[in-house]
DNA sequence: GCAAGGTC
């Protein structure tokens, strides 16, 4: 009987490693694919067979909407709701699905080995579907393996326990998938067109709108909100001051403080006229501070960003790596509870010799250690613990840090409690009570290898009960509450996985991404404070519709899909459910705008107030205004129309130039830098590209360049194949790039140092320096078909005899000029150019062909 | 240009 052929699949490279080593005992043999692919023989199910296994990398595919729905302007926001969505592969170029599918080839068996939660349950059936294993073919079986850790031990008792996928937790996450896009995208769409097409200085590109994100946000303002109507209130505190044995202690009073300062004064006043204190009791109590129970990642990312100062985002890619390198366990689990099954004593074992943790870890392998304490078991992997024993040299800096963080957690959890006595005296004087503790560590347990957690040492002097000791000073002391602090990252990290926003794994993104969106700054200590921007937003939200920024909204969606999850209601039933309500709120929202408006309109300014007259409108011919904060654009007032424009240079007027098409004035862009291009543009043409074709024309340019040149990345003057505007490619245009398929074009102000650069690649040419002027002529070489430059030499510095100063000719044929030219990124393109350029070359737009791209190129 | 969830 023929070898079977079995498939596993897991859900990142260095499981699928993991995996084929436990089974095949380090015998495999490993080659490259879109992921690697490990094989080795063995037998599966009692049969001789051939293993594959291999990765995808998360998520194969993701959710959005067709193309019809892409353009902002065409699409109503509300008709997101009912749309349909698609599944498109999450990152194309890594060709996974494609991988999947030939590797399935010839494949009997398919075992999944995703991550054993909801959404690893959603990449079995996007792996199934790849592979075409769900087309029911009796003979071909698909297996689902539950592990909890990469042991090898756990990896053969998952092989020895297959069960079958479970397609009600995927479809939980098909149903989260759509309801996130669509209200996220829907809100989001319609408040950045609403406040950026009303509001000049709001300082973010888009106003996002999310499930996670907002309520996070909204976290802070609350908080914001607290600080600011703060009103502090005065307090007094009678403190008696007493020298025992030679030292100065200040005693407690029973009623801590007090309001009023009458009452205060008239309790100072019975203290002082009495002058003796009388101790009524003495006590000391056993007192126990509890080990720590198993480190899980939000526990991991709050210690990360209150004590050792790293941001969230840095911590789990620091983390990521310290478990790819075999240093720590998966980091990303909800469990602080240990499998039954945890090998402490292999574990400890690992830390045994290390030269940091290797005294305590040894001390407690022989005096014996504890079993930890009790913690939640969320089912998916056992606690943060290391694998490994790592030293300083061995790691980065902020990496050990972190390494010994989790080496530090895993010893407490199984060290002892820490015990001490605590002593407290108890005073008594002019009828008034008053105390002092003290305390003493008797068995410092977990607290030595977690110092900080530490109790203090604090000794009394001795007293007698009855004892009578005379006040050596009874102060008043005046004191004032103070309000509370902005959130600290890490207590919005508890608040938001005590409300169920987010996951382990995307707590730290939902943070950067209200950081990015300028809602709030991170500011010393790691404090998230909010700017005007996200408090305008969170207050709008409360005034129209609170749910939209409270953290229900999160639960209310996750506990719909956990029906789903649990199969107690039909997948699409819960769906339309759900959208059916957030499209009400959004209707609603609609309606109610203009209530969050008004708070807008409080803080911030008006398009027609800011920015500053720059060029006319071809249509009014009024000025129009240059609004500089991001996204840039110009604003005509009085047509109410906005243009936007490249992002993150310069903008100037151009020589009052205006465009032939259209009449608006031109304009003229720089990205910073001494490379940075300078390219005209027509604020009208750059936002409705007017020939037809272009667009596909210049796709590349589109796609490659869209984040320098922003909304719309439509075309400047360097894409414009306009026959005859000076400005166009046609007549700046000199010759083909020699790196890839763009035109080299003329930088019309970068005089003295004059250049050509490609309109779509970094490609630079350095013409001859210090020349007074450099023009393009409607003249091309008859050899090679280059536009003829015309160069103006400075006097003082021209090449050409007799002071002569003026030069006419092809950069690649002639002499003189190709001796002057320099490449600065690209190869050298002497030879190369006028092979291609030879006989064929460019026709000139006025002529027969109109099409740059292809006269340009076509060699 | 948009969400949240994987992972890199």
């Given at each position: 009987m023929a070898q079977q052929k079995v498939l596993m699949v897991a859900e990142k490279?260095?499981?699928?490693?993991?995996?084929?080593?436990?089974?095949?005992?380090?015998?495999?043999?490993?080659?490259?694919?879109?992921?690697?692919?490990?094989?080795?023989?063995?037998?599966?199910?009692?049969?001789?067979?051939?293993?594959?296994?291999?990765?995808?990398?998360?998520?194969?595919?993701?959710?959005?909407?067709?193309?019809?729905?892409?353009?902002?302007?065409?699409?109503?926001?509300l008709d997101l709701f009912d749309a349909p969505i698609t599944k498109t592969e999450s990152n194309p170029k890594a060709h996974i699905c494609r991988h999947l599918s030939q590797e399935a080839r010839g494949c009997g068996h398919l075992v999944l080995w995703l991550d054993c939660d909801r959404e690893g349950e959603n990449i079995c059936f996007e792996v199934?579907?790849?592979?075409?294993?769900?087309?029911?073919?009796?003979?071909?079986?698909?297996?689902?393996?539950?592990?909890?850790?990469?042991?090898?031990?756990?990896?053969?008792?998952?092989?020895?326990?297959?069960?079958?996928p479970n397609g009600d937790e995927a479809l939980a996450v098909d149903a989260r998938q759509e309801i996130d896009l669509k209200v996220g995208v829907a809100f989001t769409r319609f408040q950045t067109t609403?406040?950026?097409?009303?509001?000049?200085?709001?300082?973010?590109?888009?106003?996002?709108?999310?499930?996670?994100?907002?309520?996070?946000?909204?976290?802070?303002?609350?908080?914001?909100?607290?600080?600011?109507?703060?009103?502090?209130?005065?307090?007094?505190?009678?403190?008696?001051?007493?020298?025992?044995?030679?030292?100065?202690?200040?005693?407690?009073?029973?009623?801590?403080?007090?309001?009023?300062e009458d009452v205060?004064?008239?309790?100072?006043?019975?203290?002082?006229?009495?002058?003796?204190?009388?101790?009524?009791?003495?006590?000391?109590?056993?007192?126990?501070?509890?080990?720590?129970?198993g480190l899980n990642t939000v526990n991991l990312l709050k210690v990360a960003s209150s004590a050792l100062g790293f941001g969230p985002q840095m911590a789990m890619q620091m983390a990521e790596r310290l478990y790819t390198q075999g240093f720590i366990s998966y980091p990303r689990t909800e469990s602080t509870a240990y499998p039954s099954s945890f090998e402490f004593k292999g574990t400890l074992g690992a830390l045994a010799n290390n030269p940091t943790y290797g005294n305590d870890v040894q001390r407690l392998l022989t005096d014996g250690f504890q079993k930890p304490r009790v913690g939640t078991d969320a089912g998916d992997h056992?606690?943060?613990?290391?694998?490994?024993?790592?030293?300083?040299?061995?790691?980065?800096?902020?990496?050990?840090?972190?390494?010994?963080?989790?080496?530090?957690?895993?010893?407490?959890?199984?060290?002892?409690d820490c015990k001490y006595v605590r002593t407290k005296v108890e005073f008594s004087i002019g009828g008034e009570s008053f105390h002092c503790t003290g305390q003493h560590v008797t068995v410092e347990g977990f607290t030595s290898v977690?110092?900080?957690?530490?109790?203090?040492?604090?000794?009394?002097?001795?007293?007698?009960?009855g004892e009578k000791i005379e006040v050596s000073k009874v102060e008043l002391y005046e004191g004032s509450t103070i309000s509370p602090d902005y959130l600290s990252e890490s207590e919005v990290i508890s608040l938001m996985e005590k409300n169920g926003i987010g996951t382990d794994a995307s707590i730290a993104v939902h943070i950067n991404n209200i950081c990015e969106r300028n809602y709030v700054?991170?500011?010393?200590?790691?404090?998230?404070?909010?700017?005007?921007?996200?408090?305008?937003?969170?207050?709008?939200?409360?005034?129209?519709?609170?749910?939209?920024?409270?953290?229900?909204?999160?639960?209310?969606?996750?506990q719909q899909i956990t029906l789903v999850a649990n199969g107690q209601m039909n997948h699409s039933h819960v769906v339309q459910h759900v959208l059916q309500q957030f499209k009400q709120k959004f209707t609603y929202f609609i309606k109610q705008i203009?209530?969050?408006?008004?708070?807008?309109?409080?803080?911030?300014?008006?398009?027609?107030?800011?920015?500053?007259?720059?060029?006319?409108?071809?249509?009014?011919?009024?000025?129009?205004?240059?609004?500089?904060?991001?996204?840039?654009?110009?604003?005509?007032?009085?047509?109410?129309?906005?243009?936007?424009?490249?992002?993150?240079?310069?903008?100037?007027?151009?020589?009052?130039?205006?465009?032939?098409?259209?009449?608006?004035?031109?304009?003229?862009?720089?990205?910073?830098?001494?490379?940075?291009?300078?390219?005209?543009?027509?604020?009208?043409?750059?936002?409705?590209?007017?020939?037809?074709?272009?667009?596909?024309?210049?796709?590349?340019?589109?796609?490659?360049?869209?984040?320098?040149?922003?909304?719309?990345?439509?075309?400047?003057?360097?894409?414009?194949?306009h026959p005859t505007c000076r400005h166009s490619v046609i007549a700046q245009g000199v010759c083909a790039c020699p790196e890839c398929s763009g035109t080299l074009v003329l930088d019309p102000v970068s005089a003295p140092k004059w250049r050509l650069y490609c309109n779509m690649c970094s490609c630079l040419v350095f013409l001859p320096q210090g020349a007074h002027r450099i023009s393009t002529t409607r003249e091309r070489c008859p050899d090679c078909d280059t536009t003829i430059i015309e160069v103006d030499f400075n006097k003082k510095t021209t090449p050409l005899e007799d002071g002569a100063t003026l030069y006419v000719g092809c950069i690649l044929c002639d002499e003189l000029l190709h001796s002057l030219v320099e490449v600065k990124h690209g190869k050298s393109f002497s030879r190369r150019m006028r092979g291609r350029g030879a006989g064929r070359g460019r026709g000139r737009g006025g002529g027969k062909r109109v099409d740059p791209k292809m006269s340009f190129r076509d060699f």
């Open positions: 490279p260095s499981i699928a490693l993991s995996i084929a080593s436990a089974l095949s005992r380090g015998q495999m043999s490993t080659r490259r694919g879109s992921t690697d692919v490990h094989e080795f023989d063995g037998i599966f199910r009692g049969f001789q067979a051939r293993f594959k296994v291999t990765s995808v990398i998360g998520h194969v595919f993701s959710v959005d909407f067709p193309s019809k729905f892409q353009d902002w302007g065409k699409t109503n926001p199934i579907e790849c592979t075409g294993f769900h087309t029911k073919e009796p003979r071909r079986m698909v297996y689902r393996a539950r592990f909890s850790s990469v042991l090898d031990k756990d990896i053969l008792k998952a092989m020895d326990n297959l069960v079958e609403y406040f950026q097409g009303k509001y000049g200085n709001l300082d973010s590109r888009v106003i996002s709108y999310g499930p996670c994100q907002t309520p996070t946000l909204g976290f802070c303002v609350q908080r914001h909100l607290q600080i600011t109507t703060f009103k502090p209130e005065k307090f007094w505190v009678l403190r008696p001051y007493i020298i025992q044995n030679g030292y100065e202690l200040q005693l407690e009073w029973e009623r801590n403080k007090l309001f009023d205060a004064t008239m309790f100072q006043k019975l203290v002082m006229e009495d002058g003796i204190l009388e101790v009524t009791e003495i006590s000391e109590k056993q007192e126990n501070k509890s080990r720590p129970s056992p606690p943060i613990t290391p694998m490994r024993s790592a030293t300083e040299d061995m790691l980065d800096r902020d990496a050990w840090r972190l390494y010994q963080y989790v080496c530090q957690h895993f010893i407490g959890t199984v060290s002892p977690m110092p900080w957690l530490g109790v203090n040492e604090r000794n009394l002097p001795r007293f007698m009960k700054q991170v500011q010393a200590g790691r404090k998230l404070v909010p700017t005007a921007l996200g408090i305008t937003l969170i207050r709008g939200y409360q005034c129209i519709d609170p749910d939209l920024c409270l953290p229900d909204i999160r639960s209310f969606i996750e203009e209530n969050m408006d008004a708070l807008f309109e409080a803080q911030f300014s008006p398009l027609a107030d800011s920015g500053r007259a720059l060029s006319k409108c071809g249509k009014c011919l009024r000025y129009m205004k240059y609004i500089s904060v991001q996204p840039a654009r110009m604003y005509c007032g009085t047509c109410e129309e906005v243009y936007y424009l490249p992002q993150k240079g310069t903008i100037k007027l151009y020589k009052e130039l205006s465009c032939p098409l259209d009449n608006f004035e031109l304009l003229i862009f720089s990205l910073p830098g001494p490379e940075g291009k300078s390219f005209p543009l027509c604020p009208y043409c750059y936002n409705n590209p007017p020939f037809e074709g272009v667009d596909t024309l210049f796709g590349a340019v589109k796609s490659s360049t869209s984040g320098k040149l922003g909304k719309g990345a439509g075309m400047p003057c360097f894409l414009c194949p």
